[in-house]
């Protein structure tokens, strides 16, 4: 269509042009003769409305020069990138438009001087946007330039994507160095919190190493039972640790931290929609991340009596369902459960169930009481303390008879308050003091003066009772002043006090009036 009109075009300016030549009468002719250059105009606008319309329409600029650099056409993306409207360029040079500082840098002397493309960024004086220039020659038969084609493509958007990209990037890479960094943490810490193996030598603790040799490599769901503070979760993770899941995950539940009408949901988790408040993509509970693994349940006594038949249905079955889901989900966990209370009293008052005990029950394992153990005391003291003067950069000591202090201790609250002695006594000591009786003392309730010379390695138990008893009818006498008074706090007779004062070689006050 193009050339057919350029063809016609052509044709009557070349038959115009002609008659103008010749010299013909045109005013006899003139009808015929507005008639040609009306057809002419209307081809020249037609191809010329033609070509701007597809300009209009393109997203980049388009900025052409005849060979001398006049500016020709300019479309309206030009307008909108650069904010210039055609008014202000077209007819006018390039050059002339330069010195105006409507222009900087412009590529077209650059094109019309080498006849080849050229590249550039440039920057609109204004409004600032940014814009990759390239411009083009377009040359006749003889190769001079004939016109420049200017293609403005704006950049601002890209270089604003380009940095938003970059800060995304950025982020992306400081959130994986931190996943990776927080990873690494927690390995560190779940390491950390799985070399706490069984400390001591006493026959108890040796008894409590065999019994988890004996069941570590084996599946079996084990229930162990202790006081508080007596390292049921430590005899977890050396079970674990020796097992054949040791590389797969390990989640620990303490079923009294949560509340009862959460613990269903953190157990067995929930589908979509399940309740109101719930999240719309659900929710994985801590059975199935355990899956290939091990689930721990301590305080498995204080597990509400709905939840335990669940709790024996994954057993029996290995699968859970979703609170409001309708698929079950099968499982491959081995549990191991503790608990500090008598669960066969629990039974028998009927707030557990028998038949989830003896499921819970297949290999059990008692800790005794630390009291009860008390040749492990110095050992795992002594072990603590190296901890905490590592952790505090100290170097602290305890004396002998710090530690027969702590013999002396009931430790009702068993390991965990030994080990919350030790860091206590490391944070007050000096940099490298040695912990002082006293100290120890006031943190026991007991009084330094009845350990005094107690040496056990060099005295019997009689040997041990009697220095004690002396020591406490010399505070006695000491206080109160005479033997009847003595007795009396003693709750003794007196005549027991005059006794035992002679056979200890304590010497009383009215003996001391009669020596003098």
């Not at 039974?347 to 003896?358: C, I, N, P, S, T």
């Amino acid at each position: 269509m193009k050339n057919r009109i350029d063809s016609s075009e052509a044709i009557l300016k070349d038959l115009i042009s002609k008659i103008e030549k010749q010299n013909w009468d045109i005013s006899s002719h003139q009808e015929l003769f507005a008639g040609l250059q009306k057809v002419l105009s209307e081809l020249t606008e037609a191809r010329e409305l033609d070509f701007r319309e597809i300009g209009d329409h393109l997203y980049d600029g388009i900025y052409i020069t005849d060979g001398n650099g006049k500016t020709l056409y300019v479309n309206a993306a030009y307008t909108r990138i650069t904010g210039i409207r055609s008014e202000e360029v077209v007819g006018k040079y390039v050059d002339e438009l330069l010195m105006e500082g409507v222009y900087l840098n412009a590529v077209t002397p650059e094109v019309i001087k080498h006849k080849n493309q050229v590249n550039s960024m440039g920057e609109s004086l204004r409004n600032g946007t940014k814009m990759l220039i390239t411009g083009s020659p377009i040359l006749d038969a003889e190769g001079n330039v004939k016109k420049v084609v200017i293609i403005d493509r704006e950049i601002t958007d890209l270089l604003q994507m380009k940095s938003d990209l970059e800060a995304s990037q950025k982020q992306i890479k400081a959130v994986e160095k931190d996943k990776i960094k927080s990873a690494l943490e927690v390995e560190h810490l779940r390491k950390l919190h799985l070399k706490k193996n069984m400390i001591g030598s006493s026959l108890e603790t040796r008894q409590v190493i065999k019994s988890i040799q004996q069941v570590a490599g084996l599946d079996v769901t084990v229930l162990i039972t202790g006081e508080t503070g007596a390292g049921k979760e430590v005899v977890a993770n050396e079970i674990y640790m020796n097992s054949a899941r040791k590389n797969g995950p390990f989640i620990k539940v303490n079923c009294a931290a949560i509340p009862a009408n959460l613990l269903e949901a953190e157990l067995f988790g929930y589908a979509r929609g399940a309740f109101t408040g719930a999240t719309t993509s659900g929710k994985t509970g801590l059975f199935e991340l355990a899956d290939k693994g091990t689930i721990m349940l301590d305080e498995i006594g204080d597990m509400p009596m709905e939840l335990q038949s669940k709790l024996l249905r994954v057993i029996q079955h290995k699968e859970i369902t979703r609170i409001g889901g309708a698929k079950p989900v099968k499982l491959d966990v081995r549990i191991l459960s503790a608990t500090n209370c008598e669960l066969k009293d629990l039974v028998k008052q009927g707030r557990f169930r028998e038949d989830l005990y003896y499921r819970l029950n297949v290999f059990p394992i008692h800790i005794p009481p630390l009291r009860s153990r008390d040749q492990d005391i110095e050992i795992l003291a002594r072990h603590f303390l190296e901890i905490y003067n590592s952790k505090y950069a100290k170097n602290t000591a305890i004396e002998p008879l710090g530690f027969e202090m702590m013999r002396q201790y009931s430790w009702p609250g068993n390991i965990r308050e030994l080990q919350n002695i030790i860091e206590r006594l490391v944070i007050v000591s000096e940099q490298d003091g040695t912990i002082s009786n006293e100290q120890i003392g006031n943190l026991l309730n007991i009084h330094p003066s009845y350990m005094t010379e107690l040496v056990v390695e060099e005295m019997g138990l009689k040997e041990i009772v009697s220095n004690i008893e002396k020591k406490t009818i010399e505070k006695a006498l000491a206080l109160c002043g005479s033997t009847r008074k003595a007795a009396k706090v003693l709750k003794v007779d007196q005549s027991t006090i005059v006794k035992k004062a002679k056979k200890l070689g304590i010497v009383l006050r009215d003996e001391k009036t009669h020596r003098q």
